[in-house]
């Protein structure tokens, strides 16, 4: 079975894929892994005036070796699922920064 493998649309430059926010958990923002096809990620942040999002920009950026104005929430912005856009990256760079390109490998 495994796990699933994260969703991404690429356009141009551009990509989009799918992320759980996981909020308000104590410690560090970080990855916990795939949810269906969406990547799910437990957010220091809480909840609340976009802060959560704004937790969220900043760890994918920083994950990803790009600058915060890269990364963008397209939809979503007040639903735990959220769609991403990041800009100047494909989904073979990004499934390598989040260490998800080996997921699914026996």
Same mark, same amino acid.
């Given at each position: /079975?495994g /796990? %699933?493998?994260?969703?991404i649309?690429?356009h141009n430059?551009d @990509?989009?894929? $799918?992320?759980?926010? *996981?909020?308000g +958990?104590s410690?560090q $923002?970080r990855?916990c %892994? @795939?949810?269906?096809d969406m990547?799910?990620?437990k957010v220091?942040?809480a909840? =609340?005036? %976009?802060?959560?999002?704004?937790?969220l920009?900043?760890?994918?950026?920083?994950?990803?070796?790009v600058?915060?104005?890269? *990364?963008?929430?397209? &939809?979503g +912005? $007040? &639903?735990?699922?959220k769609?991403v856009?990041? +800009?100047? /990256?494909?989904?073979d760079?990004l499934?390598?920064?989040?260490n998800?390109? =080996?997921? %699914?490998?026996s």
């Amino acid at each position: /079975m495994g /796990m %699933g493998n994260l969703a991404i649309q690429e356009h141009n430059e551009d @990509l989009v894929f $799918t992320a759980k926010i *996981v909020p308000g +958990s104590s410690g560090q $923002t970080r990855i916990c %892994g @795939l949810l269906d096809d969406m990547l799910k990620v437990k957010v220091s942040a809480a909840p =609340e005036k %976009g802060k959560a999002n704004q937790c969220l920009i900043k760890f994918l950026a920083e994950q990803l070796g790009v600058k915060k104005n890269a *990364v963008s929430i397209i &939809s979503g +912005s $007040t &639903s735990p699922v959220k769609h991403v856009q990041v +800009s100047g /990256m494909n989904a073979d760079m990004l499934l390598k920064k989040l260490n998800l390109n =080996e997921q %699914g490998l026996s």
